[in-house]
């Protein structure tokens, strides 16, 4: 029961030190620290898995979301090649429909999802074309990551108004979710904008290890 909240507490006291290291040291070293932090979210659910014997239809899905999201997050500390930076979203992407997927099964679906998804895809666009971010080649990858994570959102959030989990995991696939969202928000204006703030990676790197975090506690909540 306790090795994956210690885990947890491990990955908050090593995650200051990672961020240290993505300011200071070159990429070659701090993928390092990067990779150690994201293995340690893994160990988080795969150690609950192991231990809690949490439905295998539900764990066995997420360790992969995250295992993806650890080789994404990986290849785009190159994002500035162009290819590096396609993988890398590339597997974000396949771990985003896996999370969706995932949520989609256990909580089912309704209409009022259709209209949730509509509704911020739209605003979504619309936020785009407010904001001074440059895409260029990367507008149909973009695009396509917007409508995938905008469907795994939705699945999340929507399991707060179904009864696919009891209500503690609910929450948490919802904070997770608002979390990753919040991050890709972010990164967009770390890798596309002109001129970034500085902090924009530190707001981005805390929002993303929180979101996989609280996602790979969910297999603790969950039961068997």
Known sequence: MWTPIILAIVLA???PFYVYTEYRWEKSRFLFTKIVASLLFIA???TAFLILKPRSDYAVWIIAALALGMI?????????NLKYFILGLAAFLIGQIIYGVTFLRFVGFMWIDVAI????VAAALFAYTKVNLKLGKMKIPVLA???IIAFMF???ISSLYKCGFNNLTSAMIAVGAVLFLASDVVLAFVVFHAKPHRALRAINLSLYYSAQMVLALTLVTIGG
């Open 13 to 15: 006291l090593w995650f």
């Open 44 to 46: 988080i659910a795969v």
């Open 72 to 80: 994404g997050d990986g290849l785009l500390v190159f994002f500035g």
């Open 117 to 120: 998804y509509v509704v911020l």
């Open 145 to 147: 990551y917007v409508l």
């Open 154 to 156: 939705v699945m999340a």
